[in-house]
């Protein structure tokens, strides 16, 4: 069986106020070239389809427009769509009838009465099993063992079994806390990788952007992250995987097939920050013809100068470049607020690190009990605001 696996396309979504709509739509097409000349027996997107849970209308169009391209040029090829923690599972179902007779599942949600809903049978080789946006407390008790044992029964000639899933495996490299919009980082919800179970050659996941194996999975589990990259802290090769598993049992050979960027995102200094005057200066040296997003981080005492963005404009003026954001560093730290800590590291610490850090610095401890409360509260919080 061979699998086109990609992820996290966050379709809408902008770049600190910046439409990204043509560099979504010269990726999708890509992809549709790859597509086109691997001609895998699926595709799947694992997640995050939307950036936000009501998608605009050229967004879903965009979307439905992808699916026709790829539909148009490898017909035969299935289409297996599953929500993420952005997604409104509910809205991703809503064509799911009628996007089924063309080859194309949508799965939003757990459907806990109808297992048979996540499992699709790719005729002569293989099946896969498509679970969208899962965390610890919306796992229905049993459903994996009970899902892949109807595989498993399904399965007479003992074809390769294929599992989708959107969510934060415990053990995955989180260096780019700032990745996507996601309200949840850290630690939180992560799901131990046995979770799982047993019954499946491959879990390919969404959720993390970064492209990453699971750590103990034996090269079983992996993320194949974003096709472009969603915000400037993803400073790594974007594209999608592709996966071909020879015979149930076998290690799945993973093949990575890299998009390069119309207009990649690029930070001024690539690492750390520096004072305006040198900022300013490497902007006046990027070349004039190269297109490219541009971040600045500009290192301040307090504040960063009021006509500092219409300078950096100036500056790049007749550049093909886009400045769209300067980020103010402040070096010195405000003992008074964030009690020692930084804004920037303050903003990449999980909830529950900064629930604990504050509990002791007035003085409380941060009991078991304490800590399952605030989980629970932030899972709630989540889920009142449509995150899940
Ligand atoms: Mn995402």
């Given amino acids: 069986m061979k699998i086109l696996h990609t992820s996290d396309w966050h379709l809408g979504a902008t770049l600190h106020g910046l439409g990204r709509e043509h560099d979504h739509i010269q990726t999708l097409e ?16 694992t997640g995050d389809v939307f950036n936000v849970p009501q998608p605009s209308a050229s967004s879903q169009r965009l979307f439905g427009d992808t699916l026709d391209m790829l539909l ?25 009838r009628f996007m089924s007779r063309h080859g194309v599942t949508l799965v939003g949600k757990f ?8 499992i699709v049978e790719i005729p ?55 990745y996507a919009t996601d309200r949840v980082i850290g630690g939180i919800d992560a799901l131990p990788y046995e979770v799982f ?40 090769p974007h594209g999608v995987d592709i996966i071909e598993i020879g015979k149930r049992g076998d290690v799945p050979a993973v093949r990575r097939v ?49 006509e500092a963005m219409a300078t950096a404009m100036r500056v790049a003026e007749n550049k093909q470049c886009v400045v769209c954001h300067i980020n103010a560093v402040r070096c010195e730290r405000n003992h008074d607020e964030y009690g020692g800590l930084t ?27 304490m800590e399952n409360m605030f989980s629970a509260a932030i899972q709630e919080l989540m889920e009142e605001e449509g995150d899940v």
């Fill in 30 to 45: 890509s992809i549709a070239d790859i597509v086109s000349s691997e001609k895998p027996d699926a595709v799947l997107l």
């Fill in 124 to 178: 002569g080789k293989g099946f896969v099993v498509a679970v969208p946006y899962v965390y610890e407390r919306n796992i229905p008790s049993g459903w994996f063992a009970g899902v892949l044992a109807s595989v498993a029964g399904k399965n007479t000639r003992d074809l390769p079994i294929v599992m989708t899933a959107h969510t934060t495996v415990a053990g995955v490299s989180l260096e780019n806390p700032g």
């Fill in 197 to 236: 179970g047993s019954g499946f050659d491959y879990l390919a996941l969404g959720h993390i952007h970064k492209p990453q194996f699971v750590a103990g999975s034996g090269r079983r589990a992996r993320y194949c992250g974003t096709p472009l990259a969603i915000s400037f802290d993803e400073v790594y």
């Fill in 258 to 306: 890299e998009i390069k960027p119309s207009m990649p995102l690029v930070t001024l200094p690539a690492r750390g920050s520096a004072v305006w005057e040198e900022v300013l200066g490497m902007l006046e040296r990027f070349p004039d013809d190269l297109k490219a997003y541009v971040r600045l981080n500009v290192e301040v005492d307090d504040f960063l100068p009021s």
């Fill in 72 to 96: 148009r040029r490898v017909p035969e090829t299935r289409i297996i769509v599953t929500a993420g923690n952005h997604d409104s599972g509910a809205r991703l179902e809503a064509y799911r």
């Fill in 343 to 369: 804004v920037g590291e303050f903003k990449t610490m999980a909830p529950m690190d900064i629930a604990r850090f504050y509990a002791e610095s007035i003085g409380v401890d941060f009991s078991d009990d």
């Fill in 111 to 118: 459907d806990r009465e109808n297992i048979e809903n996540h």
